[in-house]
């Protein structure tokens, strides 16, 4: 009796796993493709009535990347540290429920548009769009429901010998947060033998709209969130940064960063000064850009854990967010408090509030045009 349950346990568990694999469209996967780069799919809950499933990217090292399609989220980043140790360098949790909880954006994918729009509102030509307003006055990371709340679906795995892919895709309709036009996205991490993550957005649009796609992924590279940040080191290639208001609008300067805080062209700590940074570091850098393809654009380590993360973007902006709202009601889940300083963003971007800013880098996508950018972080490690 008692093994004819466990047999009728093992197939039905075996059931719902092959359906969780059949919903996925697998695409071309190379015969040769080399045994250590290895992508793993379980089903992790429902959404919206929509099937959630979480992806784990694995690579030669055995570094892995955990990533879901509810908002495209990246739950976990484990990685070695000096003394062989592999912790997780990005804040996350290990169940849905987490993120039902709706954390301030962890590792989500951000959209219809990172950051700011002022007072919601923006024109194209001579048409006013109204967006939500929740942030304030102002609008935020795409709105109420952005695409981090979204169950993204469609997802393709493609293999490398040398990197994993996964592709999630999500049809954001015409007037969804306000926005105009269908807008057809496309985002695909991939995981390389090389520890780097790499994350490449497309979109199309079938009327004009504005996109600005990043991820929300929060670093603390000692892999432990009851560490502050604050003894990382940064460095950032960017001779200016965006002022903002109280309502941390650009004012639309773009400020010299000599002789200020925002200086990171050599690397400081980011404890180094940020006393003196009204509510901590929340500021878009300028990028200084010597070509137009990927380069590498920020670098930060940490000297306990031996880590190194660097940045490289096609993106014109860079915003440094130090996790100042982090307050310590958000607990991981084996129940420590997420507390101020916790843990750091480098959201790689165009402008806060370009739609509004003529003189900042155009957000505009048009029908027929194609949104495409790509941006990685590379993990290291030295002794
Ligand atoms: C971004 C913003 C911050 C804050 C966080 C999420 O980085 O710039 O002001 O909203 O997201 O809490």
Same mark, same amino acid.
């Given at each position: 009796? +008692?093994?004819?349950?466990?047999?009728?346990?093992?197939?039905?568990?075996?059931?719902?796993?092959?359906?969780?694999?059949?919903?996925?469209?697998?695409?071309? @996967?190379?015969?040769?493709?080399?045994?250590?780069?290895?992508?793993?799919? @379980?089903?992790?809950? !429902?959404?919206?009535?929509?099937?959630?499933?979480?992806?784990?990217?694995?690579?030669?090292?055995?570094?892995?990347?955990?990533?879901?399609? $509810?908002?495209?989220?990246?739950?976990?980043?484990?990685?070695?540290?000096?003394?062989?140790?592999? #912790?997780?360098?990005?804040?996350?949790?290990?169940?849905?429920?987490?993120?039902?909880?709706?954390?301030?954006?962890?590792?989500?994918?951000?959209?219809?548009?990172?950051?700011?729009?002022?007072?919601?509102?923006? =024109?194209?030509?001579?048409?006013?769009?109204?967006? &939500? +307003?929740?942030?304030?006055?102002?609008?935020?990371?795409?709105?109420?429901?952005? /695409?981090? +709340? %979204?169950?993204?679906?469609?997802?393709?795995?493609?293999?490398?010998?040398?990197?994993?892919?996964?592709?999630?895709?999500? %049809?954001?309709?015409?007037?969804?947060?306000?926005?105009?036009?269908?807008?057809?996205?496309?985002?695909? $991490?991939?995981?390389?033998?090389?520890?780097?993550?790499?994350? *490449?957005?497309?979109?199309?649009?079938?009327?004009?709209?504005?996109?600005?796609?990043?991820?929300?992924? $929060?670093?603390?590279?000692?892999?432990?969130?009851?560490?502050?940040?604050?003894?990382?080191?940064?460095?950032?290639?960017?001779?200016?940064?965006?002022?903002?208001?109280?309502?941390?609008?650009?004012?639309? *300067?773009?400020?010299?960063?000599?002789?200020? &805080?925002?200086?990171?062209?050599?690397?400081?700590?980011?404890?180094?000064?940020?006393?003196?940074?009204?509510?901590?570091?929340?500021?878009?850098?300028?990028?200084?850009? +010597?070509?137009?393809?990927? @380069?590498?654009? &920020?670098?930060?380590?940490?000297?306990?854990?031996?880590? =190194?993360?660097? %940045? /490289?973007?096609?993106?014109?902006?860079?915003? /440094?967010?130090?996790?100042?709202?982090?307050?310590? #009601?958000?607990?991981?889940?084996?129940?420590?408090?997420?507390?101020?300083?916790?843990?750091?963003?480098?959201?790689?971007?165009?402008?806060?509030?370009?739609?509004?800013?003529?003189?900042?880098?155009?957000?505009?996508?048009?029908?027929? *045009?194609?949104?495409? !950018?790509?941006? =990685? $972080?590379?993990?290291?490690?030295?002794?």
């Amino acid at each position: 009796m +008692k093994i004819l349950r466990q047999l009728l346990i093992v197939t039905s568990m075996a059931t719902i796993f092959t359906a969780a694999c059949n919903t996925a469209e697998e695409k071309t @996967e190379p015969a040769n493709a080399a045994p250590e780069a290895q992508m793993k799919q @379980e089903k992790w809950g !429902t959404v919206d009535g929509k099937d959630v499933y979480l992806y784990t990217l694995t690579n030669k090292s055995g570094a892995t990347i955990k990533i879901t399609n $509810y908002g495209g989220i990246v739950t976990s980043w484990v990685t070695p540290d000096k003394n062989g140790k592999s #912790t997780s360098i990005v804040l996350g949790f290990d169940s849905l429920s987490g993120y039902l909880a709706k954390p301030p954006y962890f590792g989500a994918i951000i959209g219809r548009y990172g950051n700011r729009i002022a007072k919601g509102s923006f =024109k194209i030509d001579t048409t006013t769009y109204t967006l &939500a +307003k929740n942030n304030g006055v102002n609008h935020l990371h795409g709105g109420d429901k952005g /695409f981090d +709340k %979204v169950v993204w679906h469609g997802l393709t795995k493609k293999s490398s010998p040398s990197s994993t892919s996964i592709t999630l895709h999500y %049809v954001s309709l015409d007037g969804e947060e306000g926005y105009p036009g269908n807008l057809k996205v496309d985002v695909t $991490y991939t995981l390389t033998d090389e520890n780097e993550l790499s994350i *490449e957005y497309s979109a199309e649009t079938d009327k004009p709209t504005v996109v600005n796609l990043t991820n929300h992924s $929060y670093f603390n590279l000692t892999g432990d969130p009851s560490k502050t940040i604050l003894d990382h080191s940064l460095q950032v290639n960017a001779d200016k940064y965006t002022p903002v208001d109280k309502g941390l609008i650009p004012t639309g *300067e773009l400020k010299e960063v000599k002789g200020t &805080a925002f200086d990171f062209l050599q690397p400081h700590t980011i404890g180094e000064r940020i006393a003196s940074v009204e509510g901590g570091y929340d500021h878009n850098f300028v990028l200084t850009r +010597k070509e137009k393809g990927l @380069e590498l654009v &920020a670098t930060l380590s940490d000297s306990i854990s031996g880590r =190194k993360l660097e %940045v /490289f973007t096609e993106e014109p902006g860079l915003q /440094f967010y130090s996790g100042n709202f982090l307050d310590g #009601t958000i607990k991981t889940s084996n129940g420590t408090a997420i507390n101020k300083y916790a843990a750091l963003c480098l959201e790689t971007q165009h402008f806060p509030d370009a739609p509004n800013q003529p003189a900042f880098p155009s957000t505009l996508l048009k029908p027929g *045009e194609k949104y495409h !950018t790509i941006t =990685k $972080y590379k993990v290291s490690v030295s002794k």
